[in-house]
C-alpha cells in the first residue's frame, strides 16, 4: 500500500470532487462514485435523530433543489483524515442552507479505490 501521505491524498480528492461536488451540485451520479452501495447515514439534525439508507439519502438529493441551482452558499472543508491499512476515517464541516453539519466518513479502499461506508452527522451551532 502506499504511504498515508498518499492515502490521504487520493481521499480528499474523493471528498473535493465527488462528495462536497456532488452535495453542492445535487449530483447523485458524483455521490455514488465515492458512497459504497452498502453505506448507512446516522446522526441528529437540528436534535433530531437520522438515520437513512444510503437509498433514501440520494433520493432526497436528488428530489432537492442543491444549493447550486438556488444561489445558496456552500462550504465543504476537511478537517482531518487518518489512515490505517484499508480503512480511514474523515472528519468534515458542512455548511448549506441553514444547516452546519460536522461528520464523520468511514473509508474503506476497495477495489482499489477509497470509498464512503458510514456517514455520521450532528447539526452544530454556528
Request: overall charge neutral; charged content about 25%.
Amino acid at each position: 500500500m502506499r504511504n498515508n501521505q498518499e492515502e490521504r491524498l487520493a481521499i480528499a480528492t474523493a471528498l473535493e470532487e465527488y462528495y462536497f461536488k456532488g452535495i453542492y451540485e445535487g449530483d447523485v451520479s458524483l455521490l455514488k462514485k465515492v458512497l459504497n452501495p452498502g453505506t448507512l447515514l446516522f446522526g441528529d439534525v437540528k436534535g433530531t435523530p437520522y438515520a437513512k439508507s444510503l437509498d433514501v439519502y440520494l433520493e432526497g438529493v436528488r428530489n432537492r433543489r442543491s444549493p447550486k441551482d438556488g444561489g445558496n452558499p456552500f462550504r465543504g472543508t476537511i478537517e482531518s483524515i487518518e489512515v490505517i491499512n484499508s480503512i480511514a476515517l474523515a472528519k468534515v464541516h458542512v455548511k448549506m442552507y441553514d444547516f452546519n453539519y460536522d461528520e464523520f466518513l468511514s473509508f474503506h479502499k476497495i477495489d482499489n479505490k477509497w470509498m464512503i461506508v458510514n456517514k455520521m452527522i450532528t447539526d452544530v451551532a454556528p
